[in-house]
């Protein structure tokens, strides 16, 4: 009765076009809910316009006018099922958000062909020391399962994944975005920050938790590892610990991750410069970074906008949790459209990767049956 009337809250939400974000933190069973009943979303046009801000932010790959990085202010924040399942909606009205509508076409699919046309010169590219690595993405377009609303799906999701930042974020004018992504970004504990690097990946199966990493994995990994140590040596952070590499399992594909812990003190202050340097990272960009990301905004067929962006707490009651924005979809009326991809590397078989990000989407496909 409890998730039934948990999920007619995020639909009611949904139906009256309310901006909001709805979570479950990383093994956490009580969600948080935050609300935006007055006012425009607030929309930044860099990283730096959110140093005092207070919210939930929601941040694309690349900002552009119809991707913006936008926070909700929580006029409401609630926490926990019976909290959120007592809130009255009836009272609520959508703000002044925008007049403008939101793209409700979905986004070119690559068949398995085109994958190979587009990977295959890329892994010679990087072969003859163009890149040392690129993220490579595709979409999904599959049909929402009939009778089953955002909010039920939502928790089905929680039921299969629960070592993972689980999230919907409402944004009239902007869309409606569903995931489970466990790659942390960057959270303040106390006096510190930690983030992690997360790269190569392995389908679980039936491994009994024996993986056999190759080189190619391992180097992906160790590709991301290095830039977020560069981006911490360039605010002059020398005092950070690591831990790792070591199996990290999410769902059903596993990765290498290494946790990175560094003091505040020389961060916090230029809290969105330093997310400047550290977003996209190489896990989801590419090595060089700039120069990976210009080919991925060339070169692939579709707009990636929120995926491989950010989302999460940004100073919001005194804390800051922010996570990568993988293992996602947009909701577009009566589709799913789901973002899946890799990294490319000299070592990479086109084959091997197309199944890799197959392996990625089974998790969301699964609530999708």
């Known amino acids: 009765m409890a998730d039934n009337t948990l999920a007619e809250k995020i639909d009611a939400l949904i139906a009256k076009k309310i901006p909001f974000a709805f979570y479950y933190s990383p093994g956490e069973e009580d969600p948080t809910l935050v609300i935006q009943t007055e006012g425009p979303l607030f929309r930044a046009e860099s990283y730096e316009d959110l140093n005092g801000i207070e919210g939930f932010v929601f941040a694309p790959f690349d900002i552009r006018p119809h991707t913006p990085l936008v926070v909700i202010r929580p006029d409401r924040l609630l926490k926990g099922i019976s909290v959120i399942t007592a809130c009255n909606t009836d009272d609520m009205s959508s703000p002044e958000f925008s007049t403008k509508e939101e793209k409700r076409f979905p986004p070119p699919e690559m068949s398995k062909t085109e994958y190979r046309q ?13 890149f040392e690595k690129v993220v490579l993405s595709r979409t999904l377009c599959v049909d929402m399962p009939e009778g089953r609303s955002c909010g039920e799906m939502l928790l089905k999701l929680k039921e299969k994944v629960n070592d993972a930042f689980i999230c919907l974020v409402h944004l009239p004018g902007i869309g409606t975005w569903m995931g489970a992504t466990p790659e942390l970004l960057l959270r303040k504990r106390n006096d510190r920050f930690h983030t992690v690097s997360l790269a190569g990946t392995l389908p679980v199966g039936d491994s009994n938790g024996v993986f056999n990493w190759t080189a190619k994995e391992i180097r992906e990994q160790e590709i991301v590892t290095e830039f977020i140590e560069t981006q911490l040596k360039t605010f002059g952070i020398d005092g950070y610990e690591k831990s790792g590499p070591f199996t990290s399992f999410a769902a059903n594909v596993a990765h290498l991750k290494t946790e990175i812990g560094f003091p505040c003190e020389k961060v916090e202050t230029e809290l969105g410069r330093f997310i400047s340097t550290l977003h ?3 896990a989801v960009c590419g ?25 999460g707490e940004w100073n919001l009651a005194g804390r800051l949790n922010l996570y990568v924005n993988i293992r996602c979809m947009k909701i577009l009326g009566n589709k799913a459209c789901l973002y899946v991809g890799g990294g490319i590397t000299a070592d990479s078989i086109v084959d091997s990767e197309w199944d890799e990000t197959n392996h990625k989407a089974k998790t969301l496909l699964s609530i999708l049956m």
């Open 280 to 282: 996209p990272t190489s």
């Open 118 to 130: 587009l990977a295959a010169p890329l892994i010679r590219m990087i072969q003859d020391g163009e």
């Open 287 to 311: 090595n060089s970074r700039e120069k990976a990301r210009g080919y991925i905004l060339a070169k692939e067929r579709h707009d990636r906008e929120y995926y491989c962006g950010f989302l």
